[in-house]
């Protein structure tokens, strides 16, 4: 996009140099980072709390896959194993996907790109970075105490009555956090409709706002219900007061409606902010205005509204009436239309396009087609007779991998890999990066694939002694998680020595369309010397690239 500043000529190339004076070098006190209102020391906040988490659920996960290598559970006892899966999810889900995205990315770009100096309420950002750390200290002592056995779905009545682990430590944790999640997503809300720049119209919005946007009402709709579950799961162990255990008088179906109800939309929270990573990557290396810019933005909103009325699609085997399976059957196949939208758009922007295969552009290509494939499987697991089969099973765990790890974390080391120059102005060994983006692809691949054909022969999930046939399949499986996080290991160390060895990157490197591209790298306090002024549409690489030699369309 054009930006205009106080009528210079049409177009201002954006500095060069970072400025002497920029956010990471104002100040190193513990006052000057810890009571910060800058949206970007926030989001650097936000990102070592959750890297941190990130390692924790990983460390779990290795030891499940560990133990799943032999048939009879010769790694840890069965009590340690179905606390490992919960610590696992529980961390992975609550304390790495919802927030990682929104929390780093939407913090550090939402002011940037609609050409801000903070968000809305600086104040509030911090606050909820602080119920962040609140809420997952709760969760670390539960963990700590001795673990929690229930799985992250804390199904009742047994955990409201009979799971003797550190149920409520863990619950209060999640409620605590989900007002994180609530603060971030009205801060952003408020931002993009009060604070966008003179020019800057809903049209001319990046992608990566629509989503946000879109993924902001899901956190502010959504999450109270959330809570208002965990609350009632105390009440009931607590107060014995009859909600969800049947010898109290209480249902425990009622449970299951009210976690889903969150907790698929819950799944769009943890997707959506990817997919607006990728619909920026995907235009500025095929150098193309996206295919479909309207339908792309408008069809997030469309999975937002979906998002909210698929819930039934988990209880299918739950004695729901067979009328709410077909009805939520039906819904569950249409949210998967506003996906394909994105999907079909994200290819056909790649369609003639000038190619090239940088960093980011690996992680938003392997994000397309693992979330493709994770989607198409999930329209098995939407179909009601094919649903019996596969309920509970690995084929479930694979689908869910393929798209929160597969789609999101994929999105999310896609977006960290591209706008990191951005964030600390010095740029990544490329070649390093690249290696670990493939091998964390095929790492993928070979953990998560086997368990579609374990849960369709039958596995079921959360088992850790199964039958000597499986066993091949989940030794492949394991073996691909050992690549799998030498994979995410490698970034962790050359982003860390980029810190001090990378070389000085430019204000924008990649030649990106943008306004977080018209400052210097990384920028400075205020983000912009004066307000900026938006007079071309977004994602105009025919102006930054120039008409094509043969002077075609480009």
Not at 126 to 139: A, K, P, R
Not at 185 to 203: D, E, Q, Y
Not at 266 to 272: D, F, Q, S
Not at 483 to 505: D, H, M, N, Q
Request: hydrophobic share 50%; aromatic share 16%.
């Amino acid at each position: 996009m054009t930006v205009l500043i106080d009528n210079p000529p049409p177009i201002s190339p954006p500095p060069q140099q970072a400025p002497r004076h920029h956010y990471l070098n104002s100040g190193y006190s513990f006052r000057s980072w810890f009571l910060t209102t800058d949206h970007k020391r926030i989001a650097i906040l936000y990102l070592l709390s959750i890297t941190f988490f990130f390692s924790i659920g990983g460390l779990a996960a290795t030891i499940v896959r560990l133990d799943l290598m032999t048939p009879q559970a010769d790694l840890v006892q069965t009590e340690t194993y179905n606390k490992l899966f919960t610590a696992h999810g529980v961390i992975m889900v609550f304390f790495f996907l919802v927030p990682s995205i929104p929390s780093v990315l939407g913090n550090f770009l939402v002011p940037l790109m609609v050409g801000a100096r903070d968000l809305a309420f600086p104040k509030l950002n911090l606050l909820s970075w602080y119920i962040y750390v609140l809420g997952g200290l709760f969760t670390l002592y539960a963990l700590l105490a001795g673990g929690v056995d229930t799985g992250w779905t804390f199904y009742a009545p047994y955990s409201s009555t009979y799971s003797n682990t550190y149920v409520m430590a863990t619950a209060i944790g999640i409620f605590i956090t989900g007002f994180s999640s609530i603060l971030t997503g009205l801060n952003f809300i408020v931002t993009i409709h009060k604070m966008r720049a003179p020019g800057l119209t809903w049209f001319r919005l990046p992608l990566f706002i629509w989503s946000t946007y879109a993924t902001s009402l899901i956190m502010v709709l959504g999450t109270p219900v959330l809570a208002i579950s965990l609350f009632l799961v105390a009440m009931e162990r607590f107060l014995g007061i009859g909600i969800f255990d049947p010898r109290l008088g209480g249902d425990p179906i009622l449970f299951q409606h009210l976690f889903w109800f969150y907790s698929h939309p819950a799944v769009y929270i943890m997707i959506l902010p990817s997919m607006g990573v990728v619909s920026e990557i995907i235009p500025c290396f095929s150098r193309k205005r996206p295919f479909g810019y309207a339908a792309i933005g408008l069809s997030s909103f469309g999975i937002a509204v979906f998002s909210f009325l698929v819930w039934g699609h988990h209880m299918f085997v739950s004695g729901q009436s067979v009328y709410a399976g077909l009805v939520f059957s039906l819904l569950s196949y249409l949210v998967a239309v506003p996906s394909a939208i994105k999907v079909f758009n994200w290819t056909a922007s790649l369609h003639k396009g000038s190619i090239s295969f940088e960093t980011p552009m690996l992680y938003a290509l392997g994000f397309v087609g693992l979330f493709t494939l994770g989607g198409l499987t999930g329209l098995f697991v939407a179909a009601l007779a094919v649903d019996v089969h596969v309920h509970d099973t690995y084929f479930v765990v694979a689908h869910f991998h393929y798209i929160m790890v597969g789609g999101a974390v994929m999105g999310y080391l896609g977006g960290i890999h591209f706008w990191w120059s951005k964030m600390t102005g010095r740029l990544y060994p490329e070649g390093w990066a690249r290696f670990s983006a493939i091998l964390i692809f095929v790492g993928f691949n070979l953990t998560f694939f086997p368990q579609y054909i374990l849960g369709y022969l039958g596995m079921p999930r959360r088992y850790h002694v199964y039958p000597a046939e499986f066993q091949v399949l989940n030794v492949m499986s394991s073996a691909g998680a050992s690549i799998l996080a030498v994979g995410y290991f490698f970034p962790f160390t050359y982003l860390l020595w980029s810190l001090r060895f990378g070389k000085i990157a430019s204000a924008n490197p990649w030649r990106a369309a943008g306004l977080e591209w018209q400052t210097t790298s990384p920028p400075p306090t205020e983000n912009f010397e004066v307000t900026p002024i938006v007079v071309d549409e977004a994602y105009d690489y025919r102006r930054i690239d120039g008409p094509p030699a043969d002077g075609g369309a480009p």
